[in-house]
């Protein structure tokens, strides 16, 4: 079983604090500054969605280029092998995969000369799948869980309400013993009301 982190929906406050120190913490170790989780809302809740760490991990079936490796029982990408194709995106079940531009280093944004003609206006966005920016390269971004951080993700430090937890190997094996122990002892409970009224009747 690989970690990952859940949300609590009843303790969630949609603040968008997780976003912002995901966004941040990857800024200043420069990687892709987009959030690796997004918080939607309905009309009474609201929760982070994030990487569900899947054992079987389709995002990394698909990518031609194996940027996306389980490392330390996680799914990890790695920005610097990402060819843009977007097939991670499209086969994440649960749409945690988002795209982010990446320009080259050292050249700034709308910069002009009076050698060459100005670039084209930026496109209207539609959808992170469809949008084309000219000189930026769109870059895969996924939850790594923060790995380079020896504190653990920065969305559940940060998190004013504690509505996100990073569940690890033990915290699952345990949650499934007592699930079985509940099953055993309801249906110990259900072989007991059978014996006492073999015939069904109430």
């Not at 569940?167 to 013993?177: F, K, L, Q, T, Y």
């Amino acid at each position: 079983m690989n970690r990952f982190v859940i949300a609590d929906s009843a303790r969630c406050i949609g603040c968008h604090t997780c976003e912002a120190a995901c966004a941040e913490t990857h800024r200043l170790r420069g990687l892709q500054a987009a959030p690796r989780l997004t918080v939607t809302r309905n009309r009474q809740d609201s929760a982070p969605q994030l990487c569900h760490q899947c054992e079987d991990a389709p995002c990394a079936q698909v990518c031609p280029a194996h940027a996306i490796t389980r490392v330390d029982d996680a799914i990890q990408l790695n920005e610097s092998l990402c060819v843009s194709c977007k097939l991670c995106g499209i086969a994440c079940p649960f749409g945690a995969i988002r795209f982010d531009g990446s320009r080259p280093q050292g050249i700034p944004a709308g910069c002009q000369t009076s050698l060459a003609p100005a670039a084209p206006a930026d496109p209207l966005p539609v959808s992170g799948f469809l949008d084309w920016i000219p000189g930026v390269r769109a870059v895969a971004v996924k939850c790594d869980l923060c790995h380079f951080d020896a504190q653990g993700p920065a969305c559940v430090r940060t998190c004013p309400t504690q509505a996100l937890r990073l569940v690890d190997n033990h915290e699952i094996a345990e949650a499934s013993r007592r699930k079985r122990e509940r099953s055993v002892i309801r249906d110990g409970s259900d072989l007991a009301a059978v014996a006492r009224n073999p015939g069904g009747v109430q």
